[in-house]
């Protein structure tokens, strides 16, 4: 298998973590907001790089603009992002407070969190059929013997089997982390 496709499968799995990462659960965490953008300067940008966000209490995010004019700005991407949070403006600091999680909003997430993860199994799978696809290619061609092509994925299929057993790991200990009360 080359490098080309483990870092295929590698790609997957960062952006499954980036994704679970941005789920609310019970704890602030700044990948909540990192990615929300503000229009600031006459351009788009992304919250993290206008201020920095911190965690000063387990519920609480703060949000600090280093440039305290555009304290507004981020408050109104805030509110716009529908990330279910409402943002307390203090002068030029913002803070995010999480209310606590009703079971719904557990189940929900959970919801969530799975179609999540089967999007990231959905392309290990892509990614592992497009190598075999090659393989069989290669075999037909006479490059490979059948008991290379055999040997060559079964490989494949063990760098799945570990990929999947990654992702449920993170799956697992997300899944704990929303349910934590």
Do not use: C
């Not at 992304?46 to 209490?57: C, D, G, Q, T």
């Not at 603009?65 to 992002?81: L, V």
């Not at 892509?126 to 055999?150: C, N, P, Y």
């Not at 993170?170 to 982390?177: G, R, T």
């Amino acid at each position: 298998m080359s490098t080309k496709h483990q870092e295929e499968f590698q790609k997957i799995i960062d952006h499954y973590i980036h994704a679970i990462s941005t789920v609310r659960t019970g704890r602030a965490n700044p990948a909540i907001v990192d990615n929300i953008e503000v229009e600031s300067y006459g351009a788009k940008m992304k919250l993290r790089e206008l201020a920095a966000i911190s965690v000063p209490e387990p519920k609480v995010l703060q949000i600090e603009p280093w440039d305290k004019n555009i304290a507004k700005e981020i408050e109104k991407a805030i509110i716009a992002s529908n990330i279910g949070l409402t943002p307390n403006v203090s002068g030029s600091v913002i803070r995010l407070v999480l209310p606590a999680m009703t079971e719904e909003r557990r189940k929900l997430l959970i919801k969530q969190l799975m179609e999540t993860t089967e999007s990231a199994r959905v392309g290990i799978r892509r990614v592992r059929d497009e190598i075999l696809k090659a393989f069989k290619e290669e075999k037909s061609k006479g490059d490979m013997t059948e008991d290379q092509f055999f040997q060559k994925s079964k490989e494949v299929q063990n760098s799945v089997d570990l990929m999947n057993a990654r992702i449920k790991e993170l799956l697992e200990a997300k899944e704990k982390e929303i349910m934590t009360i």
